[in-house]
């Protein structure tokens, strides 16, 4: 029988609706019932395509013992992270205080107050590798709250107390200088890995954020070993098993073997990975002309397109890991790796051995059970581009007849504003009126069915469905990011009016008096800490993202409260970004943009005009750090940059100013290019 999740909208909630356990929702009835009961609150956290969360799922949430016992002892309340971003980040800095570490799954217990007393991530059904089994944390955490309650409040308050101090505020912190992007890119050189490419460490995810910062550095700076850094991380990261060889698109991170040789990824592919990573190969290719970068960027938002987008228009959050290796068992990896007899099966004999030796495919397998992750050498370009295309789309055809990976179908509003900037500026740089399409549907539907009339967000939809869970800082940030982008190269100004909206909320809701911002609103649920945390994680943090957005809407308008608000928010960077760049990347890119004005660009002419549409789209292929661009009929009501800007001399014009000085206008494309760094 069906539990309490059965009405959930989370794909990962509904996965647990027919677990013997009887799971809760996070809600306060939760909360209630385990203190009519008396008994501590199970709070188990995780997300649809998280490997380990349907291991533990299969071992002990679905067995009857263990299901038993939870629900005799314990109120168990399972959290899609992704769908409450703000209890997973509480209760995961707790976990990391405690423990050194966290992860997903994340399983705390905790009073019937929300106060978390004892952590851990995943628990084996037996004792193993020094870790207890679940069955025996479930019994130890019983007797502790049976005869040592006492001691198990003093540790669950000391918690608490020791969270709620951690408040950040910037103080008297200025806004980033010179210096601060000095020393953060001096950083940066040192945990570089020259031989490789990568940054150092065995477990390797993406460094979009980071990417972007180098990019911008090296435009407004002139930093060569910034864009030697950045060509060294996108090529290795684009020729290894992180970026899916066949179907285009990246996984969540990968491994480094213990015993030598390939990567090994974690095969799960998530929406903001990939939104961040298109745009990243497109502003590499804006900035080099890589033939190598715009196949990437391209190839990923083909797969975004292909296999992420809803029905409603947006995008899904994820595909999963594992997948029916076509004998029943689900096992992670088995749709994208191959043997050489899969190989031979698909392509024949000739193409087989070239695609092994082009893709690493062994007999003995790089992976597990004889199969291998596909690759490309990481010394050298494809010698036969048109020969290896071909084996892609016929291997990719035979990949089609297998069991896909599971999907998780929300949509979440902040990934779909990542997917949007990402999308129209890959469909401007390259010519694909497709992919912008794309992106103007997608925050159509953030519009239709995310947003409120007072400028609300909603976190998450389903099948046009709204979650009912509040937006965090995040949402806002990145939505009104992707709103920005989508003006800028559709020249359509109620995509800067929504941004403005979304913004106003941040200005209204999500700011403390030092100009800190906070991941929730003022208004939102409390919890036993309200969650703030400035640095980024697999996205941007909401702090910077939101910061970014105000600091370009600023540039748009002249609103000298969004710049100021911006500013403020930037003190942060100036005191982590020195001593810890990895993880504040998306700071340091804003910040580059504040150095640089950044700069605003209005382009003037009549719709329809060849000449105006070469201005815009030089002025779109920039890379002068965080530029925006206004383009509009001459002296046009769409934006504000278009007021009093005239045609010159009977023809389109590009007006180009930052720190309140403006160039003189141009009528050449090439010369604007040179204004603005374009190729």
């Not at 760049?581 to 060849?610: K, N």
Request: aromatic content about 8%; glycine content about 10%; overall charge negative.
């Amino acid at each position: 029988m069906p539990n309490r999740l059965a009405q959930a909208t989370s794909p990962y909630l509904l996965q647990h609706a027919d677990n013997p356990v009887d799971w809760w929702p996070w809600e306060t009835d939760a909360f209630e019932e385990a203190r009519r009961r008396d008994v501590p609150v199970f709070l188990s956290v995780g997300y649809s395509a998280c490997h380990w969360c349907h291991v533990m799922a299969h071992e002990s949430f679905e067995d009857g013992d263990t299901a038993a016992y939870l629900n005799e002892h314990f109120v168990s309340v399972k959290v899609d992270r992704e769908e409450r971003p703000d209890v997973d980040a509480v209760y995961m800095e707790a976990v990391q205080a405690a423990t050194g570490q966290g992860g997903w799954p994340m399983s705390v217990f905790m009073t019937p107050d929300g106060e978390p007393f004892y952590f851990g991530t995943y628990f084996p059904p037996a004792p193993r590798q020094g870790m207890p089994s679940f069955r025996q944390v479930l019994e130890g955490v019983h007797h502790a709250w049976t005869s040592r309650r006492g001691e198990v409040g003093e540790v669950a308050g000391k918690i608490t107390r020791d969270l709620a101090g951690r408040e950040l505020s910037t103080g008297d912190a200025g806004t980033p200088t010179e210096e601060t992007q000095a020393l953060a890119l001096l950083q940066l050189t040192r945990d570089i890995d020259p031989a490789s490419g990568w940054f150092k460490g065995d477990t390797k995810f993406p460094p979009s954020m980071v990417i972007e910062f180098l990019l911008r550095h090296h435009a407004r700076a002139g930093s060569v070993a910034a864009l030697e850094m950045v060509e060294g991380l996108c090529g290795a990261m684009a020729r290894s098993s992180l970026y899916d060889q066949v179907g285009g698109g990246f996984h969540r991170y990968v491994l480094t073997p213990r015993a030598g040789g390939p990567l090994v990824p974690h095969f799960e592919k998530m929406l903001y990975d990939n939104a961040l990573l298109c745009r990243v190969y497109t502003h590499l290719w804006r900035a080099t002309g890589s033939d190598l970068a715009r196949r990437v960027a391209l190839e990923t938002a083909d797969f975004m397109v292909r296999e992420l987008r809803t029905p409603e228009g947006g995008f899904a959050s994820a595909l999963d890991a594992d997948s029916d290796d076509g004998t029943g068992r689900h096992v992670e990896g088995a749709y994208y790796v191959w043997t050489p007899a899969q190989l031979r099966e698909a392509l024949g004999e000739d193409d087989a051995a070239y695609a092994a030796r082009l893709h690493g495919v062994t007999e003995e397998g790089t992976f597990e059970e004889g199969a291998s992750v596909l690759r490309l050498p990481q010394d050298a370009g494809v010698a036969d581009a048109e020969r290896l295309s071909g084996i892609r789309a016929r291997l990719l055809a035979a990949r089609d007849q297998r069991p896909r990976p599971g999907r998780d179908d929300k949509v979440v509003a902040a990934w779909n504003g990542l997917a949007v900037a990402a999308l129209a500026e890959a469909g401007a740089c390259f010519d694909r009126p497709d992919l912008v399409e794309r992106a103007t549907e997608a925050a159509d539907l953030l519009v239709r069915v995310h947003l409120d009339e007072g400028g609300r967000l909603a976190r998450t939809s389903r099948d046009g469905r709204s979650g009912g869970h509040a937006g965090v800082l995040e949402d806002y940030g990145d939505v009104a990011e992707g709103f920005l982008a989508l003006a800028a190269v559709t020249g359509e100004g109620v995509w800067l009016e929504f941004a403005g909206l979304l913004l106003g909320i941040v200005l209204d809701r999500f700011r403390g008096e030092g100009g800190e911002l906070f991941d929730t609103a003022h208004d939102a649920e409390p919890l036993i800490r309200r969650p703030q945390d400035p640095t980024d994680n697999a996205a941007p943090s909401g702090w910077t993202a939101a910061a970014g957005a105000l600091l370009s809407y600023a540039a748009h308008t002249g609103s000298e409260a969004h710049r100021t608000a911006a500013e403020r928010a930037l003190a942060v960077v100036g005191a982590l970004g020195p001593r810890a760049p990895r993880f504040i990347g998306w700071g340091l890119a804003v910040a580059e943009a504040l150095l640089d004005g950044p700069r605003e660009v209005a382009v003037a002419g009549p719709a329809g005009d060849p000449d105006r549409a070469a201005l815009h789209r030089v002025a779109l292929r920039g890379t002068a750090p965080g530029a925006v661009v206004a383009v509009g009929e001459p002296d046009g009501g769409e934006f504000p940059l278009l007021r009093d800007r005239p045609l010159v001399d009977g023809r389109p014009a590009a007006y180009v100013c930052r720190h309140f000085t403006c160039e003189a206008p141009t009528t050449d494309a090439d010369r604007l290019a040179r204004q603005l760094g374009a190729r």
